[in-house]
């Protein structure tokens, strides 16, 4: 697996850009890596030095199209922790 295959996109929520300021970066990432596997996606598409990786599984939320039930998909999420100074310029618009 590649690293561009690793981070799937950036998680831009209003949460996500308040843990920004701390250095805390969120993505949403496949299923199937680890936290090793992320941090040196980072390390690598980045240019940067990640301290740590926090993974948790986010699960789908409950949706009905007109008669039917369903659930919207689960997914990964990643968030990672930089060194201090350290920003990643495509978050923050320049």
């Given at each position: ?13 209003e949460k ?57 998909p689960s ?15 495509i978050f923050?618009?320049?």
């Amino acid at each position: 697996m590649t690293y561009e295959q690793v981070l799937i996109e950036p998680v831009l929520s209003e949460k996500a850009n308040s843990m920004r300021e701390e250095g805390k970066y969120v993505f949403k990432v496949d299923p199937r890596c680890d936290k090793t596997a992320i941090k040196e996606a980072v390390r690598r598409l980045f240019n940067v030095h990640p301290i740590s990786c926090t993974v948790m599984r986010v699960g789908g939320k409950p949706k009905r199209q007109r008669y039917k039930e369903g659930l919207t998909p689960s997914w990964k999420k990643a968030i990672v922790r930089l060194q201090k100074g350290e920003k990643i310029s495509i978050f923050e618009g320049v």
